[in-house]
């Protein structure tokens, strides 16, 4: 059955690409804060704990009306759960989750696990962008597009050529540390009202520092490097489409640590709402 949840959180890591050429931009800050998440609060908060959170595979589909009750007896709290018979729950000890494990209702319980995303850049490698595209209907105006060898090998400036920008009917959801969704490449591309947060962890930094930005607000910066792969206004980084509207899904947090409940409960959500 352990098989059965990694194989599911896994395919998720498709939407988690990356490439060799970081998007070298601030991370998100507030008006007149001069306060860089992705250098600051890493530094200033310890690590992800998902040692009480736990991964349940219900019996058949759906979600009993009397889990939650069930769950809350045992001291804990049911975070997630789907019809497709999945629940994410947290708060219990080991004792409470053995006898979770032992309800009528569940199949299998899994204790939550951690992976890290590959470093991404330097510290040293970020800076501001302030550059304006010659032609917004035209991806080879971008910056640096012509470092950009992985948009060329997959022939995107020829069907930029042809009229093929992408369209803003097509949603591609990003399963990553969040999106900077006021970057300049980003701006207008991505859906807030279908975007969300899978991480607690982030989601009290965010509204710590951050307190009138959406929950997907990137901390950490891979995911809004890997947004711009997909979809960007071509201001600074070329994209492979310049139309497609996109849905952030967080389910890793600041440090780059993604928990797998996370990573499953952001599958299902864009599976959902794509």
């Known amino acids: 059955m352990r098989t059965r949840f990694l194989a599911l959180a896994l395919t998720a890591l498709i939407a988690v690409g990356c490439s060799d050429q970081p998007l070298p931009t601030a991370a998100p800050t507030d008006a007149g804060s001069g306060f860089t998440p992705s250098l600051s609060i890493q530094s200033q908060f310890g690590q992800h704990d998902v040692s009480d959170q736990y991964l349940v595979l219900l019996k058949g589909k759906g979600v009993p009306s009397v889990f939650s009750d069930e769950v809350a007896r045992l001291g804990g709290t049911v975070l997630f759960s789907h019809p497709i018979g999945f629940a994410v729950v947290n708060g219990l000890s080991d004792v ?6 032992r309800n009528r209702h569940v199949n299998e319980i899994q204790q939550d696990e951690l992976f890290d995303l590959d470093p991404m850049y330097d510290e040293a490698s970020i800076t501001a962008v302030t550059a304006t595209p010659a032609s917004s209907t035209d991806p080879t105006t971008a910056v640096v597009f012509n470092r950009q060898w992985n948009m060329r090998a997959i022939a995107a400036d020829a069907a ?28 207008g591309r991505v859906d807030l009202s279908r975007s969300v947060s899978f991480v607690d962890f982030d989601d009290f930094l965010v509204g710590l520092f951050f307190p009138t930005r959406h929950l997907i607000t990137d901390l950490n910066f891979h995911g809004t490097h890997v947004s711009s792969i997909a979809a960007s206004n071509s201001i600074f980084f070329a994209g492979v489409t310049t139309q497609t509207t996109l849905i952030g899904v967080k389910v890793c947090d600041v440090n780059g640590s993604c928990p797998f409940s996370g990573v499953i409960s952001g599958v299902l959500h864009a599976a959902d709402n794509g």
């Open 96 to 101: 409470a989750a053995t006898t979770l494990g």
């Open 160 to 187: 930029w050529a042809s009229g093929r920008l992408g369209s803003s009917a097509v949603t591609v959801a990003i399963l990553d540390t969040g999106i900077d969704y006021l970057h300049p490449d980003l701006a």
